[in-house]
């Protein structure tokens, strides 16, 4: 008898549709999950490429000597913390479940640059179909008592054709340097209340 009441509590759970948008998400983390990669940057621009995630473009004038620049994923619980400073400055629908982070090291761009950021058709498949993807970066105020950060829609450009969004990272995005004194800018896809 014992064994049937179990049964009977478990069925319904076991019977349940999956949540795929759920899945959708840690499934688009998962395949961002902590993708890295470098290159150094002359005093004459350049480009880095993290496959089938971004494509960052700088100027000429970005730095004035070779630079290793840094662009990379992640989904870590800064990241979470960051969907709901998302909720309480943006809000819904949610931004894509990973940011992507451009560190300069020790020197920070002396320009704006290009970023484009790929958007997944699983993403893309979440949003209502009157919204369009943005690049948002996420911006530091300082405050007397402690910094303060929010999310900024960017000047954005989305081509359907392509699932890319482009915008012009400015300045104002550097994050002050951080106990490694490395500068860093967090930047991801999102969408804006119609």
Known sequence: MVALRLLL??????????????????????EAQDSVVSAVISPDGGTIELKGVAVVIFPAGAFEAPQEVRVSTTNAPQTERG??????????????????????????????????????????????????????????SGGAMEDLDHYEVLDSD?????????????LEAIRPPGPDGMFQIIVLVGTVRS
């Open 83 to 140: 969907r709901v400073r998302w909720d309480v400055s943006v809000g819904p629908p949610a931004p894509m479940p990973y940011d992507v982070r451009i560190n300069s090291g020790n020197v920070a761009s002396a320009t704006s640059f290009e970023i484009v950021l790929t958007v997944p058709d699983s993403y893309l498949n979440t949003l209502p179909a009157n919204r369009t993807p943005y690049v948002f970066a996420q911006i530091v």
């Open 9 to 30: 509590l478990f069925l319904p759970f076991a019977c349940a549709p999956p949540d795929t948008g759920a899945r959708n998400e840690a499934s688009l983390a998962q």
């Open 158 to 170: 989305f081509d359907p054709a392509a699932n890319v969004v482009r915008a012009t990272v400015p």
